[in-house]
Structures are given as structure tokens and as C-alpha cells.
């Protein structure tokens, strides 16, 4: 087993407990004070002390999870951190899951939940409370002569000169969250070229995507989770793909 501490990253052998009254194999982790990286047949730790002095370099210093983990593997072997285990992703995805109240028990997460919507607009459940069939419209503004209503404004926009190669190696491409951030899943989005028409990249075959666009609040100016979508063929299709996204959050005051 992998056991990552802020010391090193160690590989050791590790038994749990296997007597008919033991707990579960991460509840006895837990107990001795690991955090393993998956529950049903962990491979890989970590203890609560690396995940301690993780969160108060990142606090204090502005620490990356990538920058971080770098040290411990040059801490571990100097002349050859390449050759040290790579846990990047999982210590990426445990703090991912930490900040947006995902605990080891909880259910998977849906499209765009490791993200935060703007908060300052109107979201009932999160910042606006709604009680039996009230609704938004019900909201009017301090300014009762205005009648304005506080309804999340929405905007599409893209980025026609955020080119992307294909890469050399794609097996070397790593999803941290695919589809639980702010771009749309790659299954889903792929699904949606396969069926849209004229929508692929003929035209520059080194290319694999000629821009970048999404659904972003028109009053802040943040951008609406699991609604980002690469373009593969730049503004003829900025306005077809952007359809493909996903803006429950932003439209949830509509509910």
C-alpha cells in the first residue's frame, strides 16, 4: 500500500483487521489515522497529518495540490522523484471533495457539484430561503417602485482564439473531474458532435478544438457550472454547442 505522509510517500505492507466483529477496512483506517483514497479496496493513504500541513501551506503560502505533492516526492527521492508513485489526482480529488461538503460516505457527485455558482445571485435552498409555493417573483427589491425583480441574468460567450492542439500522447491526458467542474463531461459532449451536424474539425487537423465558450452571470460575471464546451470549429459553431450545456444551476431560481 501507498502511505503518504508529510515526511515521504512510503510503500508498506498493510493488513486490516479481519475478525468476524472488525469494522470495515476504511473505518479501521480511519481509526489510525488515515484518509484512504478509496473505500472498497484502497491501494493508497493519507494520513491526517500530510492532509493537516497540506491545507495550512495552501492557506498560508498559496500552495498548488501539484506543487505540494512535487515536494513530497522530492523529499522522497531527490535524484529520482519520477520514479515515486504519482497520487496527485487522488490528493486533487480529496480536497476537491473536502471543500464541497463530500464526505467518504457520501453519494457520488453529480455534473458540475465540485463547483460553486455565483454567490451573490438569488438561489433558493442556498442563499434565498423559500417557504411552501413562494416564489422568486415573489422577491421584489428594497426599491418597491422599481418592481425589479432579482431573476439571475445569464450570458454566452466564447473565446475564438483558444486554440488546443491535439497531444502527442493522450494516454498522458488525466481527468481530474470530468463533468464535475465547470466543462461539460467529454462522453456527453462527444455523444452531442456525434449527432450534431457539421460540427467537426476538418478544416485543421492539428487542431482539436478552435476555441472555448459557456454560460456565465451577466451581473458578476461568474461562470455557470458544467456549462464550459470547447469548439471545433470556432464562432460557426459557438452557437450550437453552447445549447449542448447544462444550466440547471443558474435556471434553478425558475423552480
Known amino acids: 500500500m501507498v502511505i503518504i505522509d508529510k515526511s515521504r510517500v512510503h510503500r508498506l505492507e498493510v493488513r486490516c483487521c479481519d475478525c468476524p466483529n472488525a469494522t470495515s477496512p476504511d473505518i479501521q483506517m480511519f481509526q489510525h489515522g488515515f484518509f484512504p483514497a478509496s473505500f472498497n479496496r484502497p491501494k493508497t493513504v493519507f494520513t491526517f497529518r500530510v492532509l493537516d500541513d497540506f491545507l495550512l501551506d495552501n492557506l ?9 505533492y512535487s515536494k513530497l516526492r522530492r523529499m ?13 489526482r487522488e490528493l486533487m480529488r480529496l480536497k476537491t471533495m473536502k471543500w464541497h461538503s463530500f464526505d467518504h ?13 455565483c454567490p451573490a445571485c ?13 416564489s422568486l417573483d415573489d422577491h421584489l427589491s428594497d426599491d418597491q417602485n422599481s418592481k425589479l425583480e432579482i431573476h439571475p441574468v445569464i450570458v454566452m460567450d466564447g473565446n475564438f482564439k483558444a486554440e488546443h492542439l491535439h497531444p502527442i500522447k493522450p494516454s498522458d491526458e488525466v481527468w481530474l473531474s470530468d463533468g464535475l467542474g465547470f466543462m461539460v463531461g467529454k462522453d456527453r459532449y462527444k455523444k452531442h458532435l456525434a449527432e450534431a451536424a457539421d460540427t467537426v474539425n476538418a478544416a485543421r487537423h492539428k487542431l482539436k478544438s478552435m476555441g472555448i465558450g459557456g454560460v456565465a452571470c451577466a451581473q458578476h460575471g461568474c461562470f455557470v457550472p458544467h456549462s ?3 469548439f471545433q470549429k470556432g464562432e460557426r ?12 444551476h443558474a435556471s434553478s431560481a425558475d423552480k
Open 60 to 68: 498560508e503560502c498559496g500552495t498548488s495540490v501539484l506543487n505540494y
Open 76 to 88: 522522497t527521492s531527490s535524484m529520482f522523484p519520477h520514479l515515486v508513485p504519482d497520487r496527485y
Open 105 to 117: 460516505r457520501s453519494n457520488n457527485p453529480n455534473a458540475g457539484d465540485l463547483t460553486l455558482f
Open 122 to 134: 438569488p438561489q433558493p435552498g442556498i442563499n434565498i430561503s423559500l417557504s411552501g409555493d413562494e
Open 228 to 230: 464550459m464546451v470547447d
Open 237 to 248: 459553431q459557438a452557437k450550437h454547442a453552447i445549447r449542448c450545456s447544462r444550466v440547471n
